[in-house]
C-alpha cells in the first residue's frame, strides 16, 4: 500500500509539474508552417502555444521585419542582407513556398503584423537580433499596437537585452545563452539589471544552474526542445517555459 501511494504521489507531482510549464512556438509552429511568418505564428497559437517566438531586424527605411537570417536565402531563395534592403524589397519576396506550396506566397511580416494576431491570453516573445538601435521603432511598434502587455523580449546581445528592459521596464526580459561560462559570468548581473530571467540551451538546464538562479531570483526558460524525454527533463527540474518547433504535439506527447 505504501509503495502505490509513493508511485501515485510522484506522478501526480510529476504532471503538476509539467501542467505548469508554458510552451512557446520558435519562430511559430516552425514543424509544419515556414518559420516567422504570420502563418507559422497563426497556427502556433492555434496549436495551443501559450506564447509565439519570432525574430526580427530593422530595414533601411526604419520598418522591423520578423526573419531568423541576417539574409534572406535560406528561406525566400533571394540573395538579400536584410539590414541591407529596403521593406519594399524585401515584400516582393515569398518565404512561404519553400516550406510548402500552400504556403506559397507567404510575405515576411512586419512585426506590426505579428502583434495585430495576438490571441487574448497569449503572448509573442521577441528576439531581438540587432544591436540596441532598433528599440525606438520597436517602442513605437508595440505602442501602437495596443498589445504590449502581451510581449516579451529575449536576446544574446547583452546591451539589446538591456536596452529593451529600459524601454519596457514593465515586460518581461530574459537574456539568451547557450554557453555555459558566459552564463556563469553574467548570471548574478541579470539579476543585478532587473532582468526576469535567462532562456538557455536545454543543456543548460541543470539542478546548479537552476539552484544559482532561483538564489538570484530568475526564471529560467529553455530551448529548442522537440524530445518528450528532453522536455519532461527540464519541466522536472523548474524551467517554467519551453521553446519548441512543435508546440502542439510537443504538449500532447507530455499529457
Known amino acids: 500500500m505504501k509503495t502505490t501511494f509513493l508511485l501515485f504521489f510522484f506522478i501526480a507531482a510529476s504532471l503538476s509539474v509539467l501542467a505548469q510549464v508554458e510552451f512557446v512556438g520558435h519562430r511559430g509552429a516552425s514543424y509544419l508552417a515556414p518559420e516567422n511568418t504570420v ?20 530595414t533601411p527605411d526604419n520598418r522591423i521585419v520578423a526573419i531568423h537570417d541576417k539574409n534572406t536565402k535560406r528561406t525566400t531563395g533571394a540573395d538579400h542582407i536584410v539590414p541591407e534592403t529596403t521593406s519594399k524589397e524585401l515584400r516582393k519576396l515569398d518565404a512561404g513556398k519553400w516550406k510548402d506550396e500552400k504556403y506559397t506566397g507567404e510575405k515576411i511580416p512586419f512585426v506590426e503584423e505579428v502583434l495585430k494576431n495576438i490571441p487574448k491570453g497569449r503572448y509573442l516573445v521577441i528576439e531581438i537580433k540587432t544591436g540596441p538601435e532598433i528599440m525606438p521603432v520597436l517602442e513605437k511598434a508595440i505602442k501602437k499596437s495596443g498589445k504590449a502587455k502581451q510581449v516579451k523580449f529575449i536576446a544574446f546581445n547583452w546591451e539589446s537585452i538591456v536596452a529593451a528592459q529600459k524601454a519596457f521596464p514593465k515586460n518581461d526580459c530574459y537574456w539568451l545563452t547557450s554557453v555555459e561560462k558566459d552564463l556563469d559570468a553574467k548570471i548574478s548581473e541579470c539579476a543585478a539589471v532587473g532582468l526576469k530571467g535567462v532562456d538557455v540551451n536545454s543543456k543548460l538546464v541543470t539542478s546548479e544552474n537552476m539552484a544559482k538562479a532561483k538564489e538570484l531570483g530568475l526564471d ?26 512543435r508546440p502542439g504535439w510537443l504538449r500532447e506527447q507530455l499529457k
Open 39 to 58: 502563418a507559422a505564428a497563426k497556427l502556433g497559437w492555434e496549436l495551443g502555444a501559450d506564447g509565439v517566438e519570432i525574430d526580427i531586424y530593422l
Open 220 to 245: 529560467v526558460w529553455c530551448w529548442t526542445v522537440d524530445s518528450p524525454e528532453e522536455a519532461k527533463r527540464v519541466a522536472d527540474l523548474g524551467v517554467s517555459s519551453i521553446t519548441t518547433n
